[in-house]
């Protein structure tokens, strides 16, 4: 059975929202946000055992070789920074995940982002859809298991969603919100200061604010009718221009 913004959800909807999933997705962001003003739990001692490094194997240096080859610079810093992001966030909230499979979304989330000019190699006009089409075709290039590209192409799928639950895929739950954390700033203030100040020194955020409107603003005007459309017609702009991290547009 598909799940909304999965693969196969975007291979039989070809990305597009309904009328009834866009007041799905527009309820859920105002629950996410009422959920915000309430009040995030009190920040953890910060971990600085903790290791935010991506691991050392050749699938992981494979999609960071890709990553590097097809994104802007500020993207390729964004993708690690969700790695470690999701790192911290399993270890704030007790999550059993796998390592590499966390980096390599992490690393191929963001490859079509912004990339509407090649949208057309793929079956589905949303870049988090289309992007897991692509990282189907990088992982079964390098004879990845089947348990390993579904876990994949589900993040990578399903990050745009409002939440992404932890069950079936932590990957998943992870990657979205780590995500949701670097470009908006959602859940910062669960982590301590000094957890965000070695990620934010390891992997500076540069011009990503910038970089990330820009590419948003492609895919609402070239896919309005996609969860990306749909969030900047939202207001998700003024977000990544809000996000706390002391970075200026």
Request: charged content about 25%; some cysteine; glycine content about 8%.
């Amino acid at each position: 059975m598909s799940r909304f913004g999965d693969p196969e959800w975007g291979r039989r909807r070809g990305g597009r929202l309904t009328p009834p999933e866009g007041l799905g997705v527009l309820t859920a962001l105002i629950g996410k946000q009422l959920r915000a003003r309430l009040g995030s739990p009190a920040a953890r001692p910060a971990r600085p055992d903790l290791d935010l490094a991506l691991p050392d194997s050749r699938l992981v240096q494979d999609a960071l070789d890709h990553c590097a080859a097809e994104c802007a610079p500020d993207i390729v810093a964004h993708s690690i920074r969700c790695y470690a992001w999701g790192v911290l966030l399993a270890d704030l909230r007790d999550i059993r995940f796998d390592r590499e499979a966390l980096a390599t979304v992490a690393l191929l989330h963001d490859i079509e982002l912004g990339r509407t000019e090649r949208r057309d190699r793929f079956a589905c006009l949303c870049f988090a859809c289309a992007g897991a089409e692509g990282a189907r075709i990088f992982l079964e290039a390098r004879a990845a298991s089947p348990d390993r590209v579904t876990r994949v192409c589900d993040a990578i799928a399903r990050h745009l969603n409002p939440d992404v639950p932890l069950q079936p895929y932590a990957e998943s739950h992870l990657l979205n919100a780590a995500a949701a954390l670097d470009v908006v700033g959602a859940g910062t203030r669960a982590l301590a200061p000094g957890d965000r100040e070695r990620v934010l020194a390891a992997w500076p955020r540069g011009d990503f604010r910038r970089t990330m409107q820009a590419a948003m603003r492609r895919e609402q005007a070239a896919a309005p009718t996609t969860r990306a459309g749909l969030l900047m017609q939202l207001g998700f702009g003024g977000l990544i221009a809000r996000a706390p991290f002391g970075d200026k547009l």
